[in-house]
């Protein structure tokens, strides 16, 4: 765990380090460290994926169809393999301007959400692993989740 979480920081720092590097050796800066910043890449699939799922999901109970429900697990599965390294890009691309109250409801509202929809992929695999539909109650979690990723992602834009 300790180093799940002291990784990102300490590539956080090495990246901060060569961006300070640069001012005294400008050579340097033919070292593109903003490959590293791949958070608004990497978003898009996680709020691709988790509504996509969510209307195959409602559609495999609305028309019955087996292929959909496929599409709604395996949609929330690819969401939730992404998921850790939105996060983990999202550290590493916060710079000191990102402060003040909105960044830091991103900031709580983007970690939680990781942990949320992790757990939305095993309760959905689960089902899906039983050959049963998306439950009433799962698809109103999901629905509350993914209001709360588009609030996530309108914080992020607009910062
Ligand atoms: C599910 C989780 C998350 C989603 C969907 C999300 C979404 C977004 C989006 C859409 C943007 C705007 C990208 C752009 O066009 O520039 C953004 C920006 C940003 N996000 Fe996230 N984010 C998440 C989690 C996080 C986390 C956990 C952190 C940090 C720990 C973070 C840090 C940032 C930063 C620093 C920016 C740039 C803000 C600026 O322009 O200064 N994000 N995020």
């Known amino acids: 765990m ?13 990246v901060r380090l060569a961006e300070g590097l640069q001012n005294f050796f400008p050579w340097l800066t033919n070292i593109d ?4 910043y791949l958070h608004p890449v990497l978003v898009n699939f996680v709020a691709a994926c988790v509504p ?16 959909f429900r496929a599409v709604g697990a395996w949609n929330m599965v690819v969401a939730a393999l992404f998921v ?12 000191s301007n990102d402060d003040g109250k909105s960044m830091a409801i991103h900031f709580w509202l983007g970690n939680s959400l990781a942990i949320v929809i992790i757990g939305l992929a095993i309760w959905r695999w689960r089902l ?21 990723l588009a609030i996530q992602g309108h914080i992020g834009g607009s910062q």
Request: hydrophobic share 60%; net charge positive.
């Open 2 to 14: 300790a180093v799940m979480m002291g990784l990102p920081i300490a590539v956080g720092y090495a």
């Open 33 to 36: 460290c903003r490959v590293l």
């Open 52 to 67: 996509v799922s969510l209307a195959f999901d409602i559609g495999s109970r609305l028309f019955k169809r087996e292929a």
């Open 84 to 95: 850790p390294l939105v996060v983990f890009f999202g550290w590493l691309y916060w710079g």
């Open 128 to 148: 899906y692993a039983k050959s049963r539909p998306a439950s009433a109650l799962y698809l109103v979690v999901t629905s509350i989740t993914l209001v709360a």
